[in-house]
């Protein structure tokens, strides 16, 4: 078999998902030649990781060298882990350079930068995959499944509620996510993972949006009327509250951005009480579908437990999954946030909320019961991020679930974050055919699986 020849766009955490898998199990079909980053230390960081597993180093370039990466290393795919705001450049320049494309989510944070991306695919011809390793979670593949064999009739409406707690979500507000301008805030960069679960579940697409909802909890205003007073600016430093994060706790975070501030600035632990913060931490939104179904979001980012809620309604019954991912962030655990979302929370910090998850469906006239949710192994999202690894590196097979995603999927998920933001800024509701995406317009606004089909 021959490899196919890869490169990474970004190396900061996120990336070792991909460098383990390239360099570890699909090492007999995968090769990772080459890494693009600004940041010298971060670069080394992942080249010493890929000698270490006995393979050539990757050769090293910066972001203005992409096009001649591509054509000097022979690249086949670029897989893009950068700032969610630099996506659609990569993603363009990737494409017109002859290489096909993997992108973390989101595709990008708004509405031009996806027309870009639309209109560099329709003239190139080449492959954008997005990796929405939510759908490969076996208890979203089991509502996915009960849905789509019409267990509950066809679907009327949704209502799906987020939370995310003090460990997990108060780290949007340390690091670049803070500032919506690179992430399209919370909106975009966490709830379109949550978006494409229900356009999958529901396999329609989103057609008008009304959003509501601001920073009610982190941020310096926030903080001087609850009499919080003056505070460090970072959180490594001796004496961290259960706000703040010390990189030194956590050798992955010290090696990947302590050690490599020095070269741009990028502070990682910043305060999520400090002056800057430009996203909201409380969002509520109504969304119409285009099959006429509705969905009621909402999304906190200050809970004391994590974990969502999401209940389907049909014209047969009734559909409730509920995940607890962590019961509650206790005082000493806040100090040592575990701040990798494909972990698994591990024990159950709070005995009235058993960490879980739970599927149950009732049909009119009929008592309820409960869906067996089988693990698809180990591994982050219950074995769900090896399932999405293979398909990236091996090909999606005939999967009748239709979980492998493309640009498509990323269009329509991003949709509803970016009509959102309209929608928070004008008060009004927002149509996302008027978004300027051709493939949302009147008339294209189909499935994509419908698309592709």
Known sequence: MTNRRYAVVGAGHRSQMYVDAITGRYADRAELVAICEPNPVRAQYYMDRVVDAGLPAPAVYAPADLEGMIRAQRVDRVIVCARDDLHAELIVRSLDAGADVVVEKPLTIDAPSAAAIEEAIERTGREVVITFNYRYSPRNSALRQLIQDGTIGEVTSVDFSWVLDTKHGADYFRRWHREKVHSGGLLVHKASHHFDLVNWWIRSSPRRVFASGGLRFYGAENAAARGIGNRPERGTHDGA????????????????????????????????????????????????????????????????????????????????????????????????????????????????????????????????????????????????????????????????????????????????????????????PVNVAELGIRFLEAGTVASAEAVRS
């Open 241 to 428: 509250d259960a706000f703040e994060l010390d990189l030194r706790d956590d050798e992955r975070l010290k090696a990947l951005y302590l050690e490599a501030e020095q070269h741009d600035g990028y502070l990682r632990d910043r305060d999520v009480f400090a002056e800057g913060i430009t996203i909201e931490d409380n969002l509520a939104l109504v969304v119409d579908y285009d099959s006429g179904a509705t969905l009621s979001y909402s999304l906190n980012a200050h809970s004391p437990w994590e974990g969502y809620r999401v209940a389907v309604n049909g014209t047969l019954g009734r559909a409730e999954l509920e995940v607890i991912e962590r019961g509650a962030v206790l005082a000493d655990e806040g100090l040592h946030p575990v701040l990798d979302p494909s972990a698994t929370h591990a024990g159950d910090s709070g005995s009235l909320r058993p960490e879980g998850e739970r599927l149950i469906v009732q049909k009119h006239w009929e008592a309820a019961y409960e869906v067996p949710i089988v693990a698809a192994g180990d591994g982050g999202h219950g074995g769900g991020d090896e399932l999405l690894l293979a398909d990236v590196f091996e090909g999606p097979g005939d999967d009748p679930l239709a979980r492998p995603a493309d640009w498509r999927d990323g269009v329509r998920s991003i949709s509803v974050g970016i009509a959102g933001n309209i929608s928070l800024e004008t008060g009004l």
